[in-house]
Structure formats: C-alpha cells, structure tokens
C-alpha cells in the first residue's frame, strides 16, 4: 500500500490518496474468506467470490467556516483478478452541530461490475441524555437504500462507577425491504465491559430474524518483572 495526506491547517482542509496491490491472486481478507467458504457449503462455485487485485481511494475534506460545520468527499475504485470488471463508489457527506447535538447526511453513489448505479442515503444524529435512566448519549441512523430498503437503529451507552470502569451499550434496529409492503427485521443487540485493576471483562448478547448471537471476553497484560508477575 502506499498512502499520501497532506493538511492545510491555514483552511481547513485534508487530502488524502490511497492505493493497494493484492499480489497474490489468492489473498482474501476475513469478509471474503468466510463468504467463500458459505459458497462452497451451499454447492456454488467459489469463483464467483471475486479476489480484490488493486485499489485506489481518493478522500477530500474542508472545514467550513465556524458554526457551519464540514464536508467531506471520496471515492474509489477496486479491480478483481478473477473479473474483468471493476467497481466504483462516490460519497458526499456533511456534519455539524446544534447546540449540543451532532448530526450528519451523508449520500453514496457506488457502480457495480455491470455499471449498475445504486443509491444510498444517511442521516445520523448523536444527542447527549446527561445520565437519563443510566445513559450518557444515543444515537438515531436512519438509512434509505436501493430497492426503497429503509434500515433505522437506535443506540444508548452509558458509564458507571466512581471511575466510569463499567461501560454498557443498547442497539435496537429495524430493516424494511421493499418498502411499507414489504418484509420487516428487527434486532437487538446489549454489550457492556467491566474494567478492573488486573483485566477488562467484557460480554455481549444479541437476537434478530431467525439468528441469536453470543460472545465474551477477557483482555489485559502481565508484565515480568524481578518482583514477579504483575497483572494489568
């Protein structure tokens, strides 16, 4: 990969240009690996899992004056090596604040292999709730994508503890396809984390359509030392 940014601090103003070589024809990243594999169980050609050759990713941003936020754009484009194709996306985004809300709109414009151009759009908004029923702050997504899918989730966090060392999160969805006539999923997903002097546990549980998700997790450090072993 190589990578060039460059900040104008005078206005506001970031540039930044991306490229990737794959040069291994038979590299995949986590996301294609395991989609390949779900092919093959399902009795399809894993050659239709198309292995990314080259990207290249342009990203503009200015600030505007104060009190009228930021925009930003970018765009890339990826080739395959097992396609002749290529894809290509475009973002148009804006962010700013009222009072203390943040929000932003955002627009996505992508081409896929075929040259079919699809469109999505984002609101998302972040609201502070000053520790209402044990939460910090949400956030409401509304997104509208091809085919009138329209997706929206709700997210709550909060903080408790003398030293905020418990941390607890809530993210409800709902995804419509096809619009108002058509099929409706809903999910629901609650985490949290507890940070202590030798670890930091953390648990997460969720349900949707037709799936139930489960995890948990201990991370931390030992440090050897010539006073013996010191967890952290």
């Not at 503009?60 to 002749?84: H, K, R, V």
């Not at 085919?147 to 905020?164: C, H, I, K, P």
């Not at 995804?175 to 999910?187: A, D, K, L, M, W």
Request: charged fraction near 10%.
């Amino acid at each position: 990969q190589l990578k060039y940014s460059q900040s104008i601090e005078s206005t506001g103003s970031n540039l930044s240009v991306a490229a990737y070589r794959f040069s291994t024809d038979g590299y995949m990243d986590y996301i294609t690996g395991m989609t390949t594999r779900e092919t093959i169980q399902d009795g399809h050609n894993k050659n239709i899992i198309r292995c990314a050759k080259n990207r290249l990713s342009v990203s503009a941003a200015q600030t505007l004056p104060q009190g009228y936020g930021q925009f930003y754009l970018s765009a890339w484009q990826q080739a395959y090596w097992n396609d002749n194709t290529s894809d290509r996306q475009y973002q148009f985004g804006y962010n700013n604040r009222f009072k203390s809300i943040s929000y932003g709109l955002s627009m996505t414009r992508s081409h896929d292999a075929f040259g079919n151009a699809q469109n999505t759009y984002m609101l998302n908004m972040t609201i502070p709730l000053d520790n209402l029923f044990g939460f910090n702050q949400m956030g409401i997504t509304v997104n509208r994508g091809p085919g009138n899918t329209m997706s929206e989730q709700v997210f709550a966090g909060g903080n408790a503890g003398e030293d905020r060392q418990y941390s607890y999160n809530m993210t409800a969805g709902n995804n419509r396809q096809g619009g108002s006539g058509g099929s409706t999923s809903s999910s629901l997903v609650v985490n949290g984390s507890m940070r202590s002097p030798y670890a930091t546990i953390s648990g997460l549980a969720g349900t949707g359509k037709g799936y139930e998700t489960y995890s948990a997790g201990l991370s931390g450090a030992m440090v050897a030392h010539s006073g013996g072993l010191t967890l952290t």
